[in-house]
C-alpha cells in the first residue's frame, strides 16, 4: 500500500475517482500545465551605502588548519570513519598518487586537489618538498586534509610535514591510520602475535644500515623497504644467528585485490621471489609465525580472489555488482555497453504524467529502476512529489525496483510472489474487476525495447495499457582495443551479464568472449540470449539482483577451487589455462 492512497466508501464502490478531482490533484495538475512557463524574479538592488561599505572593510584570512589522515596500506574500505568525516570537510586536499583518487569520493563539490607526486630525490628532500607543499596549501585554504597511505606518525613523513605547520604557525590534527606493519601480514593470514611468540620487532631497510646482531633469534621481525637488499639482509640474519630454515613470508599489493603471497624461508626466499617474478615492494615477515599462514589465510582464499571479470553494465549501475565482487576478492573492471537516454518524444511521457495527476489510471507498473527514474526526473520537472500517486496502485517488477520506488516513501501494492521478471508479475496481478475496478487503464513507463510479455498478459486480463517509452537503451562505443583483445583472447577470468541487452551490445561493440571465461547471468532470459550467441553459461543468479549474481558467480568459483584442490592441483585463475587449450561451449 502506498502511504498516500484513496478510500473506498462503505458499499463497496471505490470512489478514488472522484477523490483525484480534490485541490492536491487540481494543483498538481496546474502544475504541470504551468511549469515551463514560470517567471523569473528580477535580482533586488543593494542599497550604495550597504555596498559602498562593503569595499572599505580588509579581511584578514587567518592561516589554514591541516589535518594529517592515514588512509591505510592500499583497501579503500580501511579509512576510519573519523578520516572520511575529516574528508567531507576539506577545502583543500594534499594526495601522492592516484592511489589516493578512491577517497577523494568523500570530499565535497568543488575541493581542491594538490598533487604531492612531484617531489624527487632522497627521501629528506622529497619530505622536505611535500612539507613546504602543506604549509603553502595552508596558507591559502581554511581547511586542508593531507591524506597518508598508511599511519601518518609509523613510518611515513607525517611527523616531519607536522613539525613543518607548527614552525609556520599552522595547527594540525593527525588522524591514525592502519598502518602496514599489521595490516598485510593479518591480509596474508599471518599473526604477528601468538602465544609464546609476543616480540615484534620492525625495521625499516630504506636508507639505513642495521645492526642485526642485536636482534633475537626466536622474535618476529617485520622488514620493510628491504626488497632491494634482501640478499646482504637475509645474509646477514643468518649471520647473526637466525636459522636459514626459519619461516619467511613476502607480501606483495597487500589488502589489494591484487595482493600476492611468496612463503619460502630465510635460506630460499631471495630465489622463490625470483621464481616468482613479483615486482613492486613487500611486506616481509620472518619468524615461526608464519607457518600460520596455511590455516589463517582468508584474503588470498575468497573464492574470486585475483579474478578479473568484465562488467558490461549502464555506468551508473555498475556499483552495487562491482563493489559485491570485491568482496569476494576479485578485480571487476566496467564496460559500459549501454548508454540510458531520453526517449526521443517527450511528449507521449508528458501526456502520460498529465493523466497520472488527472486520474485517468488504476495502476502504475514499474518494470525497471530506470522507468522509475525516468518518471521522477519528469516529476521534478514539473514540481511534483509523491502526493501525484494518492489513489494509484503501484506494481513493482522486483526488489531492486521496489528499492527505487521506496526513495519515494513508498511501498509497492504488488512485487511478484516467484519469479521476478515480467512474467512473474503477470502471474500475480488480478484480472480487471468492473465493479471494483472503476478506471481499466495501466500506465507503463519502460524502455524502447522492452518485450511484450506484460502488455499481453495485462490485455488478456482486461487491462487497457498506455505502453510508454519512458527512456532508450543506445548502444555504447567499443571499450579500447586493449580490452577488446583482453576479452577476445580470454584474459579476463568471468564476465557478468545483467541482462540479455548486455550480451547482445557486448558482443555487438567487443566480439564473443574466450571460451575459457566463465559466463554468469542474472537470469533465464539473460540465459537463452547467451546461449544463442554462442556462449556457455556458468552460473546464474538464483533471483535477478546484482547482488544475487555476484554470489552465484562466487559459487561456482569456490566449487571450482575445491574441485582443484581435492585433485591435488593447484589453485588456478581460468585465464591461467595451459596455451592452447579452450573449454567447450
Known amino acids: 500500500m502506498t502511504p498516500a492512497r484513496g478510500t473506498t466508501g462503505s458499499s463497496g464502490t471505490s470512489t478514488r475517482g472522484i477523490q483525484r478531482t480534490s485541490r492536491t490533484r487540481a494543483k498538481a495538475t496546474a502544475d504541470v500545465s504551468s511549469a515551463k512557463t514560470a517567471a523569473t524574479k528580477a535580482p533586488q538592488k543593494v ?18 588548519h591541516v589535518t594529517f589522515v592515514g588512509v591505510g596500506p592500499g583497501d ?5 570513519l573519523a578520516g572520511r568525516d575529516v574528508l567531507a570537510n576539506a577545502d583543500a586536499v594534499v594526495v601522492e598518487g592516484p592511489e589516493h583518487d578512491a577517497f577523494l569520493a568523500y570530499c565535497k563539490p568543488g575541493v581542491e586537489i594538490v598533487d604531492g607526486s612531484g617531489a624527487e630525490g632522497s627521501r629528506a628532500l622529497r619530505v622536505a618538498a611535500r612539507a613546504r607543499l602543506v604549509v ?9 586534509v593531507r591524506l597518508l597511505t598508511g599511519d601518518p606518525f609509523t613510518f611515513s613523513s ?8 607548527r614552525k609556520a604557525g599552522i595547527g594540525f590534527n593527525v588522524v591514525p591510520g592502519v598502518s602496514e606493519v599489521s595490516a598485510v601480514p593479518t591480509y596474508a593470514g599471518i599473526p604477528l602475535t601468538m602465544k609464546g611468540d609476543r616480540e615484534v620487532t620492525v625495521l625499516d631497510l630504506a ?20 626488497v632491494d637488499v634482501l640478499k646482504e639482509t637475509t645474509t646477514a640474519l643468518i649471520e647473526a644467528g637466525f636459522d636459514a630454515g626459519t619461516p619467511v613470508a613476502a607480501t606483495v599489493g597487500g589488502t589489494t585485490t591484487a595482493q600476492t603471497s611468496v612463503v619460502g624461508t630465510l635460506g630460499t626466499i631471495v ?8 615486482t613492486g615492494e613487500a611486506v616481509i615477515v620472518v619468524g615461526a609465525v608464519v607457518e600460520q599462514r596455511e590455516s589463517l589465510s582468508w584474503f588470498e582464499t575468497k573464492p574470486l580472489f585475483g579474478w578479473r571479470i568484465l562488467v558490461p553494465r549502464t555506468k551508473d549501475q555498475a556499483g552495487p555488482l562491482m563493489d559485491r565482487l570485491r568482496r569476494y576478492g576479485a578485480m571487476p573492471e566496467e564496460v559500459p555497453t549501454i548508454s540510458v537516454e531520453p526517449p526521443r518524444n517527450p ?31 519528469k516529476f521534478d520537472e514539473y514540481g511534483l512529489d509523491a502526493r501525484a500517486f494518492s489513489g494509484l496502485k503501484i506494481a513493482a517488477v522486483g526488489e531492486k525496483t ?5 526513495a519515494w516513501g513508498i511501498r509497492p501494492d504488488l512485487l511478484p510472489s516467484g519469479e521476478q521478471s515480467a512474467a512473474g508479475l503477470v502471474e500475480d496481478w488480478p484480472p480487471f474487476d468492473e465493479v471494483l475496478d472503476p478506471i481499466n487503464r495501466v500506465f507503463l513507463p519502460r524502455a524502447d525495447i522492452a518485450t511484450e510479455t506484460l502488455v499481453a498478459g495485462l490485455t488478456d486480463l482486461g487491462w487497457e495499457v498506455d505502453d510508454v517509452t519512458a527512456y532508450r537503451t543506445v548502444r555504447a562505443a567499443p571499450p579500447p582495443a586493449p580490452t577488446r583483445e583482453a576479452i577476445k583472447s580470454g584474459k579476463f577470468d568471468a564476465v557478468v551479464f545483467t541482462s540479455s541487452s548486455t550480451v547482445r551490445n557486448l558482443v555487438g561493440i567487443a566480439g564473443k568472449p574466450h571460451a575459457s571465461t566463465v559466463i554468469a547471468v542474472i537470469g533465464p532470459a539473460t540465459l537463452k540470449t547467451a546461449e544463442e550467441h554462442g556462449l556457455r553459461v556458468d552460473a546464474m543468479a538464483e533471483s535477478p539482483s546484482a547482488e544475487e549474481l555476484a554470489d552465484a558467480l562466487a559459487r561456482f568459483g569456490a566449487e571450482r577451487r575445491d574441485t582443484m584442490i581435492e585433485a591435488g592441483e593447484p589453485v588456478t585463475r581460468p585465464s591461467e589455462r595451459r596455451s592452447g587449450s579452450r573449454r567447450k561451449s
Request: proline share 4%.
Open 347 to 377: 511528449q507521449q511521457m508528458d501526456k502520460a504524467i498529465r493523466g497520472l495527476v488527472e486520474g485517468r489510471y488504476e495502476w502504475v507498473a514499474f518494470t525497471s529502476v530506470n522507468a522509475v527514474k525516468a518518471v521522477r526526473e
Open 271 to 278: 630465489a622463490d621471489l625470483r621464481a616468482a617474478k613479483l
Open 47 to 64: 542599497p550604495a551605502k550597504i555596498a559602498a561599505s562593503t569595499t572599505t572593510v580588509k579581511q584578514v584570512r587567518p592561516l589554514g
Open 76 to 80: 579503500p574500505a580501511l579509512l576510519t
Open 136 to 144: 603553502k596549501t595552508a596558507k591559502a585554504s581554511a581547511n586542508v
Open 158 to 165: 607525517g611527523a616531519e610535514e607536522a613539525a613543518a605547520c
Open 207 to 226: 636508507e639505513s644500515k642495521l645492526d642485526f646482531t642485536r636482534l633475537h633469534p626466536k622474535q618476529t621481525l617485520v622488514l620493510l623497504n628491504a
Open 402 to 406: 521496489a528499492e527505487a520506488i521506496g
